[in-house]
């Protein structure tokens, strides 16, 4: 088993910042390190979207465009955690966020079905 727990999402207003946290578990888990990471999104009525990916070791990281030098992907591999650092937030980044995981030590993942785990998901709200 594989347990992903996602925190840290909020209500904030326009412009400003937060910070998810995602902390991998299990039995399963036997390594952090082994896994690549990526955080989606989901708005209503819209379908999940790739947001940021990042590769075992932390040496490789992607970001949706919409993101892209506004958010930022992290990891601790000793914490067995990924973050995402979300700064300039608009009402548009509202969305439940969710964090995903793969036993994979190639590339950036940016497709859903690439993932086989993932967490409950985080509601960030972004008021204008």
């Known amino acids: 088993q594989v347990q992903l727990v996602e925190s840290g999402g909020g209500l904030v207003q326009a412009g400003g910042s937060l910070r998810l946290s995602c902390a991998g578990s299990?039995?399963?888990?036997?390594?952090?390190?082994?896994?690549?990471m990526g955080w989606f999104r989901q708005a209503p009525g819209k379908e999940r979207e790739f947001v940021a990916g990042?590769?075992?070791?932390?040496?490789?990281?992607y970001y949706a465009d919409s993101v892209k030098g506004r958010f930022t992907i992290s990891r601790d591999n000793a914490k067995s955690t990924v973050y995402l650092q979300m700064n300039s937030l608009k009402p548009e980044d509202t969305a439940v966020y969710y964090c995903?995981?793969?036993?994979?030590?190639?590339?950036?993942?940016?497709?859903?079905?690439?993932?086989?785990?993932w967490g409950q998901g985080s509601q960030v709200t972004v008021s204008s």
């Open positions: 990042i590769i075992w070791n932390g040496g490789s990281t």
């Open positions: 995903a995981a793969d036993r994979w030590r190639g590339s950036v993942r940016i497709r859903m079905n690439n993932y086989s785990y």
């Open positions: 299990g039995r399963s888990f036997s390594s952090f390190s082994s896994y690549t």
